[in-house]
């Protein structure tokens, strides 16, 4: 079992910056790939970040604005969002699974609960 907890969601005006985090505890050995997943109200979960053996990928709605990035010890993850506008309200989740990195939702195997974020205009 791996637990996740994300913190340091909240509401931002647009134009502002969050930076949410997730710490991964319990049995994470093999759970090498961190992503960040979110979704609004009415619309499907989608890809925004995730993080693998050293790399970073980003769903085209984020590149150039949010940042993944990780500890040392791996089992810690941060979003670094920039130039947030109101198309990224949503509840971000933080997610874990064995194997390469990927965009697709379901072959991530742990969840966090979610952080609500939500940009003001």
């Known amino acids: 079992q791996v637990q996740l907890v994300e913190s340091g969601g909240g509401l931002v005006q647009a134009g502002g910056t969050l930076r949410l985090s997730c710490v991964a505890s319990?049995?994470?050995?093999?759970?090498?790939?961190m992503a960040w997943f979110r979704q609004a109200p009415g619309k499907e979960r989608e890809f925004v970040a995730s993080s693998y053996n050293g790399a970073a990928y980003y769903g085209d709605s984020v590149k150039g604005r949010f940042t993944i990035s990780r500890d040392g010890a791996g089992n810690t993850v941060y979003l670094e969002m920039n130039s947030l506008q109101p198309d990224d309200t949503a509840v971000y989740y933080c997610?874990?699974?064995?194997?390469?990195?990927?965009?697709?939702?379901?072959?991530?195997?742990?969840w966090g609960q979610g952080a609500q974020v939500t940009v003001s205009s």
């Open positions: 997610a874990t699974k064995r194997g390469s990195s990927g965009v697709a939702w379901k072959p991530y195997e742990y």
């Open positions: 319990g049995h994470t050995f093999g759970y090498d790939v």
